[in-house]
């Protein structure tokens, strides 16, 4: 009896996984490219996608999540606090870690600075906490391109990622700001192309679209929304190249992300 009763002392008992956040990715968009910078824009939207370990799933294989955001402007002040937001995550492939992101908006007069940013998860299941921060740098207003998203179908709805299927077509929409609105009017022309891995042409001529207008109120906009397409023919990888170039202030912006595309 006393010896299997130290036997027993010495098996180790089944512990619950902690309640932590990992593979925190700032991206474009949930299943889009990396983000490359933590510099952001007015008018940009900074999205961040990460994982949830450890979360306890209720009797129907359901988790329950509530998040938490709050943004600090440089002078300490929060500009951005979300109530908390109860989301349910079904958890058909078994297992304790569930997918999911969220962005925050600056506004067209944000200050330019150093902002932070705090995420902050509750598993409802178990009432642990987990939380992250991040540092986010607001740049003043410049011609950029920004917010770029991807998507499968034409109505850009259903999000899109960087490895895709031979025979699909990808669906693209961005934003642009920081143009010439000196002369009351607006002057600009995207360029779209798909290029090999290393940068190359691969013959094919490029997708423009042309984004002009003479009406002041229209002119007086800040920021102008162009949407594209890249039919997927073949497997490989590539580059999806965009510029957009501002007639009449004589300035090009771009933006590149790889594509990879498998037989189905």
């Known amino acids: 009896m006393r010896l299997a009763f130290l036997l027993l002392l010495l098996v180790p008992l089944p512990t619950l996984a902690k309640l932590e956040i990992k593979n925190i990715q700032p991206a474009h968009g949930p299943l889009g490219p990396a983000r490359t910078s933590d510099d952001v824009y007015p008018l940009d939207e900074y999205l961040v996608r990460y994982q949830v370990a450890g979360v306890k799933a209720n009797a129907d294989g359901k988790a329950e999540l509530e998040v938490f955001v709050r943004l600090i402007n440089p002078d300490g002040k929060v500009v951005y606090e979300t109530k908390p937001t109860a989301r349910k995550f079904d958890l058909s492939l078994g297992g304790d870690v569930v997918q999911t992101f969220g962005f925050v908006t600056f506004s067209e007069k944000a200050p330019?600075?150093?902002?932070?940013?705090?995420?902050?998860?509750?598993?409802?299941?178990?009432n642990e906490t987990a939380s992250f921060e991040r540092k986010i740098t607001c740049k003043p207003a410049s011609f950029q391109i920004i917010v770029p998203r991807f998507f499968h179908d034409a109505d850009l709805n259903v999000p899109?990622?960087?490895?895709?299927?031979?025979?699909?077509?990808?669906?693209?929409?961005?934003?642009?700001?920081?143009?010439?609105?000196?002369?009351?009017?607006?002057?600009?022309?995207?360029?779209?192309?798909?290029?090999?891995?290393?940068?190359?042409?691969?013959?094919?001529?490029?997708?423009?679209?042309?984004?002009?207008?003479?009406?002041?109120i229209k002119a007086d906009a800040r920021r102008a929304t162009f949407a594209g397409l890249a039919a997927l023919s073949r497997p490989g990888e590539f580059k999806l190249r965009i510029e957009v170039e501002d007639t009449i202030g004589k300035k090009l912006t771009t933006f590149e992300m790889p594509i990879k595309v498998v037989a189905p």
């Not at 330019?112 to 178990?126: I, Q």
């Not at 299927?165 to 143009?179: K, M, N, P, Q, S």
């Not at 009351?184 to 423009?208: Q, T």
């Open 160 to 216: 899109a990622g960087t490895t895709l299927v031979a025979g699909e077509t990808l669906h693209y929409r961005f934003r642009v700001i920081g143009f010439d609105v000196s002369q009351k009017r607006v002057g600009l022309i995207m360029r779209a192309v798909v290029v090999d891995a290393d940068g190359k042409s691969l013959g094919a001529k490029p997708l423009e679209v042309k984004g002009e207008t003479a009406d002041p």
């Open 112 to 126: 330019p600075g150093e902002y932070k940013l705090t995420v902050t998860v509750r598993d409802k299941g178990s």
